[in-house]
């Protein structure tokens, strides 16, 4: 069988642009594809910064039009990498020119967008997926297969929180990601998307929930420049913040267990705590991405003198992924969960089949990012979606 070029044209080139950049660039000489990505266009308004990010990661090529980066001939997938505002947009319009799409978390501004994306890309029966990366995380993989090999047993509860500090000064300057018009919601879309869909891939479906959010810096200093990460720098005068700072809420899922989430850029110390806990009658494992080649298990199987939790370094060849990497205790990085998205992408494509997580998995997580927010602003319980089961 010979090997099939997957053309891609990626639109935004900040950090998720360098990301996806990486794992273009790696996925191949890591694992043994049946298509093979060629970085084809990377796309930016700003000529000088987009350039200069094609030459340093080899695209062959750049645009500073999205418009003409998906009219391009030679493009087969289009990566949507940009501020959230912009994905319905963007993957509407690549839809509609017949082009394969990845596209990053969360998928759109709202369930009403996410709908007419998954939709429209199931008409036109184009490969699709969602950038939820942690799924790709070997020991995250080890913990599908413990729970579908029935090791949990009846699964109870989940406990998930995603916790940053990189706002947390009053004086960091009112960045893209702090306005509503832009990001469509705070730490509630950009971190419990995440940990949403790790429960969904885990555990199954959220039917029910009850939720809190709270901005707790109300304005901060207008940005000096267009963009801007932890380095932002700020200039004259104060804009408001629209989005929340944090966001907490309860949860039941379609198969009786509860389960908690919380989500926030103030908790002092912590720069990227996604942590998920799952008890089940059987047992409980722990999973946290700031040691994310591990995974924490306890059977309640095992010899009352010998029970309590174990550290798996899930760094094994039987483990996902790994094979493709290095021996035994060497481990990876956050790199990799695209880097292994990538190759998953590629496989997909060359064999003519589905990849998970798709649009039908960003609509489920946008539906339960909106009955959140409509339970805060309501104070109330509020079902999701149509309550799947």
Known sequence: ?????????????????????NAYLSAPRFFDLDAVP????????????????QQKWGWESYETSYEALIARKDIDLVDVSTPNVSHYEIVMAALAAGKMVACEKPLAMNVEQAKKMAAEAKRRGLLNTVWFNYRRCPAIGLAKQLIEEGR?????????????DWIIDPEFPLVWRLQKEIAGSGAHGDLNAHIIDLARYLVGEIVEVVGH???????????????????????GGRGKVTVDDACI?????????????????????RKNYNRIEINGSKGSLAFCF????????????????????????????????????????????????FISQVADMMQAIAHGTAIKPDFEDGLRCQEVLEAVMKSAADRCWV??????S
């Open 290 to 337: 700031e040691r994310m080649n591990e995974l924490e298990f306890f059977s309640r199987e095992d010899p009352a003198h010998i029970q309590g939790f174990k550290t798996i370094l899930a760094t094994e060849s039987v483990h996902p992924y790994m094979k493709a990497y290095w021996p035994p205790g060497h481990i990876i990085g956050y790199e990799h969960g």
């Open 152 to 164: 949990l047993g009846q699964i109870y509860h989940v406990r998930a929180v995603y916790l940053q």
């Open 213 to 235: 959010a709270q901005t707790f810096i109300k304005e901060r200093p207008l940005l000096a420049e267009t963009a801007g990460g932890l380095g932002a720098k700020a200039k």
């Open 38 to 53: 060629v970085m084809k266009a990377i796309c930016g308004r700003d000529e000088k910064g987009v350039r200069a990010m």
């Open 1 to 21: 069988m010979a090997v099939r070029e997957v053309r891609v044209g990626l639109i935004g080139y900040k950090f998720m642009g360098k990301a996806h950049s």
């Open 249 to 269: 809420f309860l949860a039941e899922f379609s198969n009786g267990a509860i389960g908690t989430f919380e989500a926030t850029r103030f908790a002092a110390g």
């Open 383 to 388: 079902p999701v979606g149509s309550k799947r």
